[in-house]
């Protein structure tokens, strides 16, 4: 078996010699909307490298090709909260900077990308996607303020492989990590446990893809990362001068019928964002490896029903959890954990339009039974429209208990922002709201 594949792996190189002496192909600019909303949907399917490769087999990446695509999203939204300025509904930063009171009412652009998608030939290619999203941006002030409003590279990668060809794939550059299932089926909320481990990260990634399995492993840059990933480098700093960090993940598609699938895996991430001393602060160094594993699992009956859910939890205990200021010193240091299950039925699928309807709860868990950042769940009903399988119109109830930002999780030092023994993250909070909106790719 590794003598064939080898030796169909080497039968590409002639052919990638006889490509470069053939007269070259014109240039083509072109809009292909179903390819570029799939690409950068940013809710459902989070595997954006094997969509990639998905996309070349469905014929979308042509030799020669360049695909430029834009995507809209834009909201109005509704919120209450039993606490003052705390809401604990995670898409948008959860601080007082931008929500004030008990109640809180806006009408706002949530994020707007610009990606390119191009094929040199029919096994490399490329990726790159701007993005400017001022309500999860982590700059300072409101969201009107020029910190948060930047344009930033969110991924840009190189592709290798086509599957059409060999079962072997890889990847280079800033690319979402290859750990669980992150991906929601509400038609604009992400779930806890996207927020808390959906990895995004500068590395290199190879996978094999073939008889209904999907095996991959990406070599991370250490220190912290964009989003989930952080490793001690050298002498504890957060400088990402050493590849020290890896996620890995196996999963395997069951086909028992044409019209039912069911997809099994699980993920291991060699070192968490968890692994930060107290008080907690977005990208400090850490001071430990704190690994993750994952176990997912999802069902499709048919085009129109999805079921799906996974956990996730940490192998060590979150230093950063442990407030030594007393009376907060009463909690020791925990595992972080999180879940979610969800379902959505979609009715016409694969018509000009698609109606959907979900549910979802998924969860966040930081901290011992009783502390004040123990947990955070998230409840949320959706109803979408998907127009000509490239944009949506949706509508979602929501809800949140428990307010557990990650900035200062369990309290901070030096009453910098908070008097030792302090901490805002409250268990009883409840806040709930609606949100109406749309996202338009083009």
Known sequence: MRFSLLLAFFSMIPGLAQDSLQKSQTPVLNLQSQFSYQMMEPMHNLRKINLFLDGRTAGYLKPKNLIIGASLIAIVDYQ??????????????????????????????????????????????????LLYNPQQNFGQGTITDKDR???????????????????????????D?????TGSVSPFTNSSVW????????????????WNLDASIMAVQGGAQFRALNTPVGDTTNVPS???NFVADINYEINWKEDLKIKVGGSYMHGSTYSTAFPV???????????????????DVGKQLILKGSFVKTLKVWPGTYNPNPPLNIFPASKVSSMDIGARYLLFPDQKYSYAISGEFSNFIAGPEGAPWERQNQIVAGFSVEIEQSSRLFL???RTDGYVPLNWISGS???APFPPGVTHSQSDVISHGVVVGALLTF
């Open 281 to 299: 602060f977005h990208f400090d160094p850490a001071v430990i490896h704190n690994p993750a594993w994952t176990a997912y699992a999802r069902m």
């Open 80 to 129: 209450q909260s039993s606490h003052d300025s705390k809401f604990g509904y995670l898409m948008r930063h959860p601080t007082s900077n931008n929500q004030i009171g008990k109640e809180v009412l806006e009408a706002v652009v949530h994020s707007f990308q610009l990606s390119a998608s191009g094929s040199i030939n029919h096994w490399l290619g490329a990726y790159a996607e």
């Open 413 to 415: 030092n030096a009453n």
């Open 195 to 210: 927020h808390a481990f959906g990895g995004l990260a500068y590395g290199a990634q190879i996978g094999f893809n073939r």
């Open 396 to 398: 979602e109830l929501f």
């Open 177 to 181: 990590t290859p750990f669980g299932q």
């Open 242 to 244: 050493m590849i020290n």
């Open 149 to 175: 409003n930047q344009v930033l590279m969110r991924k840009a990668f190189i592709v290798f492989g086509n599957l059409n060809d060999f079962p072997i794939y890889g990847a280079l550059g800033k690319m």
